[in-house]
């Protein structure tokens, strides 16, 4: 006979003691959560910010309005509520910041620099690259992967810059006389050499998947905005109902699939190296410091050199440890290398996730920076007439590929290129999860923990408190005096402090290549005027209304006019 279960001394024990007990457990966290909620509403709502609704907090807002729709909707509330602006997601806070002042505080720290929930959108695509990861993982990768960014390393792209520039040199020719979207040229030229610098697949060992790449990338960053804007679609229970699902899907495979054969190629070029006996050196070897060739710390300063001095980062640290001429692998190989011979713990899988983000990081922003250069060149014929004598001096009408040192020459171009960068930042916003609590310079503002923080980049860079004129066009907003006397964290499309852009150097480099060699073949021409500019932020700020251009062969002889 079985024994009755029901009764004996043990069980009343549980049910006198474990029971209420965990009633008491439960009612003390619920009322721990509680408080805390209700901390974190009362310290959110001494924010300035519009006007809510039950439930839905500042959600609805979004309803039915395009992404340029939003841009302006942004920068209307941030005229009227100042420099800090609170927004409620239903119970999530958001707190967008413009000045210069509180973005220091959160940029700038060691602390704050986990990425808000809203990137986890990204995880079917980049993984837990290095834009996405935090912690351990993010430093490990971050040590890994910025040096592979040095200097000299990206002197040693110089001509694989030139040569893809000279190819989309010969492929406008096709577009002179019409009107046509010079994004699409942008966009595949940055994939090419990205493939061919950072990740040394050679040209000859390319198809014609660049373009395709480029477009899937396009649609996915807009998929990603959809769920960031539309409350709904934040649910992947709802998301995977959607068409968005299956779209996004199908522009995984053509992403992936693309970096995947990256990674393949790259893998079987490395064992079938090393079976002739031929190693490349060890990440060890490439990092070590070497003092005595610290050449560059005195030499080769660029205008962004100075502009980005006052936010001096892990790029500049290890520009100044120069590695040596014969040391150098590019970004790919090295991450193969070490994963190999077992310097740095990285899986295949992180490499691909690795890979992945630096592919779209490093193409995305670039091709949209080119563009918006281009056509504010076509609408100020001064400006670019400016940039086209500059070159004039440099290169007279010679044919010759650019070198470095040509690259220090190019002032003005760089000037136009930051101030480009400056009225259309190609990443709009930051955003930031905060695991403490924050005091921020205006009003002395604490920020609860567990707020999504905004850098508003779009909007502090158009504020009148650091630029005179915020909306007009002006490159001299970076000649060394003006730059010198405002607030480093006025100006950062690159982001800045310990979780910078580490692409930054490589961007610069190669859209003066790009851009000084288009601008010496041809004159460019827009015939939409920057106020008709329709803008859309989905992720990647770019023109709705597409970026149209004419181009004009150059007849290679100075301007008389400037
Ligand atoms: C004009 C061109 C570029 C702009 C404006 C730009 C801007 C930015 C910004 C604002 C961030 C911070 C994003 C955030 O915190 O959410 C960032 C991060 C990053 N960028 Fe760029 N970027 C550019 C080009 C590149 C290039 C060419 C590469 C690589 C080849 C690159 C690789 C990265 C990576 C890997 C990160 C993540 C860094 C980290 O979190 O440690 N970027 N970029």
């Not at 209307?76 to 002042?101: E, M, N, P, T």
């Not at 490990?140 to 040199?169: C, D, E, G, Y």
């Not at 100075?306 to 014969?326: A, M, P, S």
Request: glycine share 4%.
């Amino acid at each position: 006979m079985l024994p009755d279960i029901d009764s004996g001394p043990d069980l009343d024990l549980t049910r006198l003691i474990f029971y209420p007990l965990l009633l008491l457990a439960s009612t003390l966290w619920i009322f721990h959560r509680w408080q805390e909620q209700s901390r974190f509403h009362k310290m959110g709502n001494l924010l300035p910010g519009p006007e809510t609704v039950p439930f839905f907090g500042n959600a609805l807002i979004a309803l039915g309005k395009t992404n340029g729709d939003l841009v302006k909707y942004s920068l209307k509330v941030a005229a009227k509520y100042g420099s800090v602006v609170r927004a409620w997601i239903g119970s999530k806070l958001v707190v967008f910041l413009i000045d210069a002042q509180d973005i220091e505080v959160i940029l700038n720290s060691q602390v704050h620099i986990d990425k808000a929930p809203e990137y986890q959108y990204f995880k079917p695509w980049l993984g837990e690259g290095l834009l996405i990861s935090s912690g351990n993982k993010w430093r490990t990768h971050r040590k890994m992967i910025a040096p592979t960014f040095h200097i000299n390393i990206l002197k040693s792209f110089i001509s694989v810059f030139n040569q893809n520039s000279k190819k989309v040199v010969e492929k406008l020719r096709s577009e002179v006389g019409k009107t046509f979207d010079v994004h699409d040229y942008m966009s595949t030229a940055t994939v090419d050499i990205l493939l061919e610098t950072a990740m040394g697949i050679t040209r000859k060992a390319q198809n014609e998947s660049g373009f395709d790449y480029a477009m899937a990338v396009m649609k996915m960053c807009d998929i990603l905005h959809q769920r960031h804007y539309k409350f709904w679609l934040r649910f992947d229970a709802i998301f995977k109902l959607t068409s968005f699902f299956k779209e996004q899907k199908k522009l995984l495979g053509i992403i992936h699939g693309l970096t995947n054969k990256v990674i393949k190629n790259k893998k079987e070029t490395y064992l079938a190296n090393k079976s002739k006996g031929f190693i490349p050196p060890s990440l060890d070897e490439l990092t070590r410091d070497t003092a005595d060739e610290n050449i560059l710390a005195n030499q080769a300063k660029t205008l962004s050199d100075t502009v980005f001095k006052g936010y001096r980062d892990d790029l500049d640290f290890n520009d100044e440890q120069d590695v040596g001429e014969k040391k150098r692998l590019a970004f790919l190989d090295l991450m193969i290398e070490s994963a190999q011979n077992g310097t740095n713990q990285i899986t295949d899988e992180e490499i691909k996730e690795e890979v992945d983000t630096i592919m779209f990081e490093g193409h995305d922003t670039t091709a949209a920076g080119s563009s918006f250069v281009l056509c504010l060149l076509g609408i100020y014929h001064d400006i670019q007439d400016k940039v086209y004598n500059e070159l004039y001096n440099i290169f007279g009408d010679s044919d010759r590929p650019v070198n470095f040192a040509d690259t220090l020459e190019m002032k003005y171009l760089e000037r136009v290129i930051l101030e480009t960068l400056r009225l259309y930042p190609p990443v709009p916003i930051i955003a930031r999860n905060l695991n403490s609590d924050v005091k921020i310079e205006t009003n002395d503002y604490v920020l609860p923990k567990g707020t999504t923080v905004v850098i508003a980049t779009y909007a502090l860079h158009r504020s009148p408190k650091y630029y005179k004129n915020p909306d007009t066009f002006d490159p001299d907003n970076f000649l060394p005096e003006n730059a010198s006397s405002r607030h480093y964290y006025s100006y950062v499309p690159f982001s800045a402090g310990p979780r910078s852009c580490v692409g930054r150097k490589y961007a610069l480099l190669k859209l003066k290549i790009l851009l000084s060699t288009i601008l010496r073949n041809y004159k460019c021409i827009s015939d939409v005027p920057e106020s008709e500019f329709k803008l859309t932020a989905d992720i990647i700020l770019k023109r709705l209304d597409g970026f149209k251009l004419r181009i004009v062969p150059r007849e290679r002889i100075p301007l008389t006019t400037v």
